[in-house]
């Protein structure tokens, strides 16, 4: 169905002319793939009413086609019904990698140089034998409404009624290989300027369009840009991951939508961007520049709240914004993160928060004279490590069925790590003055041994590791999606990184015994208020994100690695938690006063 609304958009021009038809057959042709286009949509979308999108602009392009519109018009109209195909099919318009010149040369001598010629030009002794003619690539007019897209689908489909047959034999990549070179032929030795755009627009936008697209943004020379972008661009550019490519064309989708007055629409592609186009890739590119993740996401929450306060002009600014963060982060510019030392911070980090609370209950079972009761604890936070791998792969496992859901998944098991965080944290500041504690652990300690209930020994010290195995492990994934050639420096930091957090829970283990256990609880206290509130603020980000929560801009700083994020839904969460904690500290040291005053 694409692929003929590109030949109306791209051939109609040869069949009309000012209001008349120039060549019967070709304005036939025309309303024959009107119609066929027409009667695919029906096959594929039964149940869509006239309002919809798809259906909407088929039925407009008919109606141009029917009246003998002008070719500017009809093109247009192509293009809303492609792209509305598009969107509503999730139908892939740009290659997975970046095109490859020399099997594009070596492809294109093999396969189309017999009837194009070698310069493209179309002039060699089969060509002549053709009726039509094959097409002459290096004749501006032919190239100007003509997209790598629209020549991808000719190779996969061949074009009915010539001589152009389907190359179904080639691999997706060499067909857009041969697609781009089409156009680098098309511009070979025309003067060029520096200059660069997404592959996704170099792929689906024509010559016509994109140099409108150069002239819109001030591009001091849009010819020589073009030529450019047409003959070096395609084949020097890094390439950018697809679905960051996606991601960039659903914005530009959500922008239009939301122009026309679809807001509904708008809010749906604006959340399916986010969904399909930036977070599966997430993972690998928080390990490789975090900050300019960050930036991404802010945008995201800043194109909905525009798109909530009905505000057009910011609308299409945020989605600019937006677009070109994209494009930034895909292109990997900024700094990227050395994976050896991205993992030894990384296995160090949660080693220390795991050995903490294990280690305190270790000396505190030395300190009541069972130090055989320890083999408890190691049990615990040996089984917990098998159990961390074990969950990352049910989740991993699970996460793939689709990706609105990882959102979900995601935040849930946040706002859970969440409430237990703050549980444990209240907790244990509610607990912080020394000699309350030692007495209550002494008394919990001593009762439970003498209920042989050890058990529950290994229990907690399963509990306190289980959350920071399972975090490694994902924190681990990510960063090899990012660094797959590197996995020998991940696997070298991970056991540095093990191997210093061991040696930090050695010597905290010997010297835990001389130090105040109520300081330290204290403190610990305090670093599990904040995990707990990191965690319920990223949590409720996602939500909004993902579209489960509606979102609520307020004014307030932003500190996305704190999970603080401008939005009142989120931060009314997080102020609870830190409240309900200072709360339970001020009573804490308020008894200690009560008993230095006795």
């Known amino acids: 169905m694409v692929a003929l609304l590109d030949y109306v958009g791209g051939d109609y021009g ?37 309002e919809d999108s798809l259906y909407r602009h088929l039925a407009g392009l008919d109606a141009l086609v029917r009246a003998r ?24 318009v740009a290659p997975r990698s970046r095109p490859r010149l020399e099997r594009a040369r070596s492809l294109y001598e093999q396969n189309c140089a017999v009837c194009h010629g070698l310069s493209g030009d179309g002039d060699t002794e089969r060509a002549r034998a053709l009726d039509p003619a094959p097409a002459r690539f290096r004749d501006p007019e032919r190239l100007a409404p003509v997209s790598p897209y629209r020549v991808y689908n ?17 691999s997706s990549a060499e067909r857009w290989d041969l697609a781009f070179f089409v156009f680098r032929l098309g511009h070979a030795g025309a003067a060029s300027s520096e200059t660069r755009m997404p592959l996704a627009e170099l792929a689906s936008l024509s010559d016509r369009e994109l140099l409108a697209a150069l002239e819109a943004r001030g591009e001091p020379s849009p010819a020589a840009a073009l030529a450019h972008l047409r003959h070096e661009a395609p084949f020097e550019m890094p390439q950018a991951a697809a679905p960051v490519q996606d991601a960039q064309r659903l914005v530009a989708g959500a922008v239009a939508a939301f122009k026309a007055g679809r807001h509904g629409e708008a809010t749906r592609l604006a959340i399916d961007a986010y969904l399909q186009g930036f977070e599966p890739l997430e993972p690998e590119l928080q390990a490789r520049d975090p900050q300019r993740v960050a930036r991404v996401e802010a945008a995201f929450g800043a194109l909905r709240s525009a798109m909530a306060g009905h505000d057009a002009v910011a609308v299409t600014a945020r989605g600019e914004e937006l677009k070109a963060l994209l494009f930034a982060i895909a292109e990997g510019e900024g700094k990227r993160s050395l994976p050896l030392v991205a993992a030894l911070v990384i296995y160090f980090r949660e080693g220390i928060e795991a050995a903490l609370l294990v280690g305190a209950l270790l000396a505190t079972l030395r300190r009541m004279g069972r130090a055989e009761a320890t083999r408890f604890v190691h049990a ?4 917990a490590l098998p159990a961390g791998l074990a969950t ?15 959102e979900l998944v995601e935040a849930a098991v946040g706002l859970l790590a969440a409430a237990v965080l703050f549980a444990v944290s209240f907790w244990l500041i509610s ?18 041994l003498s209920r042989r209930s050890l058990l529950m020994l290994a229990g907690v010290s399963f509990l306190a590791v289980y959350r920071e195995a399972a975090e490694t492990v994902l924190f681990t994934q990510a960063l090899l999606l990012g660094h797959a050639a590197d996995a020998g420096q991940v696997a070298v930091g991970a056991v540095a990184g093990a191997a210093l957090a061991a040696a930090a829970a050695f010597a905290m283990n010997r010297t835990v015994l001389r130090l105040p256990i109520g300081p330290v609880f204290a403190v610990s206290g305090g670093l599990l208020t904040l995990l707990a509130v990191s965690f319920a603020g990223a949590s409720i980000h996602g ?11 307020v004014t307030f700083p932003e500190l996305p690695w704190m999970g603080i994020h401008p939005d009142l839904t989120g931060l009314a969460v997080q102020f609870t938690i830190a409240a309900a904690v200072t709360i339970a500290g001020l009573q804490a040291f308020r008894r200690r006063g009560d008993d230095t005053a006795a």
């Open 431 to 448: 607990r912080a003055e020394s000699r309350r504690w030692l007495a209550y652990l002494r008394a919990s300690v001593a009762t439970s």
């Open 69 to 92: 519109a002008a070719p500017a018009q009809v093109l247009r109209a192509s293009h809303l019904a492609r792209d509305a195909a598009v969107q509503r099919f999730g139908l892939r």
């Open 380 to 383: 615990g936070w040996l089984l």
């Open 543 to 553: 939500l909004v994100q993902a579209g489960y929560l509606s979102p609520r801009p």
């Open 14 to 50: 040869r069949a009309v002319r000012d209001g008349q038809i120039v060549s019967p057959f070709e304005y036939e042709e025309q309303l024959r793939f009107v119609a066929d286009a027409r009667g695919l949509a029906g096959g594929l979308a039964p149940d869509a009413g006239p």
């Open 392 to 406: 990352w792969w049910l989740f991993d496992r699970a996460l793939t069925l689709g990706v609105a859901k990882r």
């Open 154 to 170: 000719a190779l996969t489909f061949g074009v009915p009624g010539t001589g152009m047959p389907a190359f179904d034999t080639l």
